[in-house]
Nanobody, 121 residues
Framework: VQLQASGGGLVQAGGSLRLSCAAS????????IGWFRQAPGKEREGVSC????????YYADSVKGRFTISRDNAKNTVYLQMNSLKPEDTAVYYCAAGSVVTTLIDEYDYWGQGTLVTVSS
């Protein structure tokens, strides 16, 4: 059972990146997926999450209107499209699978290893 987050990199402010969260060893169909991020010296925070069906989503105020979460259950993958990136978006981004749409870290059962996003000014 493994989640693999990918797609991070270095981008200039105003640019875009698309993160992917792929599952192996289990199907994501029945799981809510959350994206979290942790900047240096800061606590991990919830960025966005999506229900198992994709019908319900949540965005932190800091990313609302700029980030879009989506899922392709046929590909067993969840995406986070990040547009209009800002230097304050710089962090390691993690995806996690759980049973409810929430930003509570303890509610998630499986975690990916994280992918680094660096936004230069």
């Amino acid at each position: 059972v493994q989640l693999q987050a990918s797609g991070g990199g270095l981008v200039q402010a105003g640019g875009s990146l698309r993160l992917s969260c792929a599952a192996s060893g289990f199907t994501l169909d029945y799981y809510a997926i959350g994206w979290f991020r942790q900047a240096p010296g800061k606590e991990r925070e919830g960025v966005s999450c999506i229900s198992s069906s994709g019908g319900s989503t949540y965005y932190a105020d800091s990313v609302k209107g700029r980030f879009t979460i989506s899922r392709d259950n046929a590909k067993n993958t969840v995406y986070l499209q990040m547009n209009s990136l800002k230097p304050e978006d710089t962090a390691v981004y993690y995806c996690a699978a759980g049973s409810v749409v929430t930003t509570l870290i303890d509610e998630y059962d499986y975690w990916g290893q994280g992918t680094l996003v660096t936004v230069s000014s």
